[in-house]
């Protein structure tokens, strides 16, 4: 039995436990109208190694450390990709450019921030009695936020892109930047040298400086090729695993020069932003990304012990609130001095008093090196996670508070004609071959914006050479029309001359309930017919439209004049359409 036991599938019970949660318990408390984050925090609680185990060893003569995962390490370990992954999106809806515009944000007020709330927490520690090292530890450690919760909560919500989701990801960047100097200030703490902590400070600026820059260049210059050599078997397993080996690959080397994980991960995705493969990459990545920041929701549910609730009830609620409201008021003054509106100023900062996950990692080290008691860390990591869940349960009422504090503010330029009140659409165009660039071509003369697609890395690299905006990307996939923006566009055009492919491409567009108007490309009448019942807006027969424009130049070339000649088509063209579509039964 131990042989077999020996040789098992490592973590295959926890990844069982994690299904289970993921498939079934969550979506039941989702259903219940718990946020999926708060979900997996509570999931947690329940199978960690404070929940269920610590009631009673069986229940009807079931173990129930069958049932539970009492060790959050190895879990814990595979659960920071998630964060990895995320942050790798984040990087790919950003580019070079607008970071680089987002840098005062980014330095000046994520640096004050993290400078500032670390100070002021140090103070609030040494006035209720912790030593001067475990008071400079605390301080460091719960500076920072939650970035895997408050970007999640943000793209659910769709305020990523609003000028307060702006601000927030600009602090939490920084945030991340700072784990590594807050890591080595503990450090030194516990050690007690403080040469030894200006000289790692130094190092690990000294190594961001050079890999930084040098993963950015060079990602630029191997990523294009590799990618579209890859692009070009047309084979999505393919695909995936490069873009895999590209993210974690990246990752790895930032941990190894002594930087974050997330940090990496988020370069890899500045590669990526400028380049033609950024939707197809969103979409393969997109599962990964969901399924393993759900087990990182879940490794930190299983760190909260509830019997610290329980015995000290007085003691955590003063932790939460104090901590809440120093980060809070913070960010807050620091965003109005920013110039930031009050809007975005409360946003910010009641999304962001949370503890964040790096906070544990920096209190786990304080405490294996003796800077703080196991006592007082465990009141903190409980209440790292009572923040986290408080923050996913009142993120909506924060989001409406700021929606009101906007409308009261100062009221908005209006627009100087009723087009710039509009939303500007663009159009989408699937396969960019004779009859794509034909189209993108009408519409640069017409200069209406579009975004074309196609499964050639050839050919997408080249168009792109000379302006044209098309990514690489799989359009029989409905999630890289989404990411392409589908849904907003205002008209998809699929010139494929297959028309099995256009016929699948319409079919999950209408079942995914995208109802933008769509023009499709048929071959022949019976291609047509299939089209509009499967709801083509506009559909263009290639034979139809070749006997039209021969029998107008036919009318021509016997003495017709060209005016009538073209009257005489358009009505034959639209009779033809008219039968077409009522043999659809449209």
């Known amino acids: 039995m131990e042989h077999e036991v020996a040789h098992g599938i490592p973590y295959i019970k926890e990844a069982l436990i994690f299904l289970v949660s993921a498939g079934i318990f969550v979506p039941v408390l989702q259903r219940i109208g718990l946020n999926p984050i708060l979900g997996y925090l509570v999931a947690g609680v329940i199978v960690g190694p404070f929940g269920i185990v610590s009631l009673a060893d069986s229940v009807f003569g079931i173990p129930l450390d069958m049932l539970a995962i009492p060790e959050q390490e190895g879990v814990g370990q595979i659960a920071e990709l998630g964060v990895?992954?995320?942050?790798?999106?984040?990087?790919?809806?950003?580019?070079?450019p607008r970071l680089w515009a987002m840098r005062k944000l980014v330095f000046g007020l994520g640096g004050a921030q993290v400078l500032l709330t670390a100070v002021a927490l140090t103070a609030v520690g040494r006035m209720a009695g912790l030593g001067p090292e475990a008071s400079v530890a605390v301080g460091a450690s719960l500076a920072l936020s939650s970035t895997a919760i408050v970007v999640q909560l943000l793209v659910n919500s769709g305020r990523f892109a609003a000028p307060s989701g702006r601000v927030m990801f600009a602090i939490l960047l920084m945030q991340d930047i700072a784990v590594v100097p807050v890591?080595?200030?503990?450090?030194?703490?516990?050690?007690?040298?403080?040469?030894?902590?200006?000289?790692?400070?130094?190092?690990?600026?000294?190594?961001?400086?050079?890999?930084?820059?040098?993963?950015?260049?060079?990602?630029?210059?191997?990523?294009?090729?590799?990618?579209?050599?890859?692009?070009?078997?047309?084979?999505?397993?393919?695909?995936?695993?490069?873009?895999?080996?590209?993210?974690?690959?990246?990752?790895?080397?930032?941990?190894?020069?002594?930087?974050?994980?997330?940090?990496?991960?988020?370069?890899?995705?500045?590669?990526?932003?400028?380049?033609?493969?950024r939707h197809q990459l969103e979409a393969e990545i997109e599962p990964f990304k969901g399924l393993l920041l759900g087990l990182f929701f879940l490794?930190?549910?299983?760190?909260?012990?509830?019997?610290?609730?329980?015995?000290?009830?007085?003691?955590?609620?003063?932790?939460?609130?104090?901590?809440?409201?120093?980060?809070?008021?913070?960010?807050?003054?620091?965003?109005?001095?920013?110039?930031?509106?009050?809007?975005?100023?409360?946003?910010?900062?009641?999304?962001?008093?949370?503890?964040?996950?790096?906070?544990?990692?920096?209190?786990?080290?304080?405490?294996?090196?003796?800077?703080?008691?196991?006592?007082?860390?465990?009141?903190?990591?409980?209440?790292?996670?009572?923040?986290?869940a408080l923050t996913t349960a009142v993120a909506a009422p924060i989001r409406h508070l700021a929606i009101w504090l906007e409308a009261r503010g100062a009221p908005r330029t209006p627009p100087t004609s009723l087009a710039a009140a509009k939303e500007e659409g663009h159009v989408i165009i699937a396969g960019f071959g004779r009859i794509g660039q034909s189209i993108g071509h009408l519409m640069d003369e017409r200069r209406i914006p579009y975004t074309a697609l196609d499964r050639d890395p050839h050919e997408v690299a080249r168009a792109r050479r000379t302006g044209k905006s098309i990514y690489f990307g799989d359009v029989r996939r409905t999630d890289v029309l989404k990411n392409a923006g589908a849904g907003k566009a205002r008209a998809v055009i699929l010139t494929m001359d297959n028309p099995a492919a256009n016929a699948a491409v319409l079919e999950a567009m209408r079942r995914a309930g995208i109802d933008t108007p769509v023009v499709v490309r048929a071959r022949d009448v019976a291609d047509a017919r299939a089209l509009y019942s499967l709801g083509a807006d506009q559909v263009v027969m290639e034979a139809f439209e070749a006997s039209l424009q021969m029998g107008e130049e036919t009318l021509v070339t016997l003495g017709f004049p060209r005016e009538a000649a073209h009257a005489v088509i358009a009505e034959q063209r639209e009779a033809g359409k008219r039968d077409v579509a009522d043999g659809a039964g449209r």
Do not use: C, H, Y
């Open 299 to 388: 490794s930190v549910g299983m760190t909260i012990d509830p019997r610290v609730i329980i015995d000290a009830p007085l003691t955590l609620l003063a932790v939460v609130v104090t901590i809440i409201a120093v980060k809070a008021g913070v960010i807050f003054v620091l965003a109005l001095l920013a110039r930031q509106p009050l809007a975005v100023a409360v946003e910010s900062a009641l999304m962001l008093g949370q503890i964040g996950e790096f906070s544990l990692v920096g209190l786990s080290l304080a405490m294996s090196l003796g800077v703080i008691e196991p006592d007082v860390a465990r009141i903190f990591v409980v209440a790292a996670g009572v923040t986290m």
């Open 183 to 277: 890591l080595l200030v503990i450090g030194a703490l516990g050690a007690n040298e403080a040469t030894e902590l200006w000289r790692s400070l130094f190092f690990s600026i000294l190594t961001a400086a050079i890999l930084i820059p040098l993963i950015l260049l060079a990602g630029r210059s191997v990523i294009g090729p590799v990618f579209r050599f890859v692009g070009a078997r047309r084979d999505r397993d393919m695909f995936t695993a490069a873009a895999l080996l590209v993210i974690i690959g990246t990752a790895a080397a930032t941990q190894i020069a002594g930087l974050s994980m997330a940090l990496g991960a988020f370069l890899a995705g500045l590669v990526f932003a400028d380049t033609e493969f």
């Open 84 to 96: 990895v992954f995320l942050l790798f999106l984040i990087g790919l809806e950003l580019s070079g």
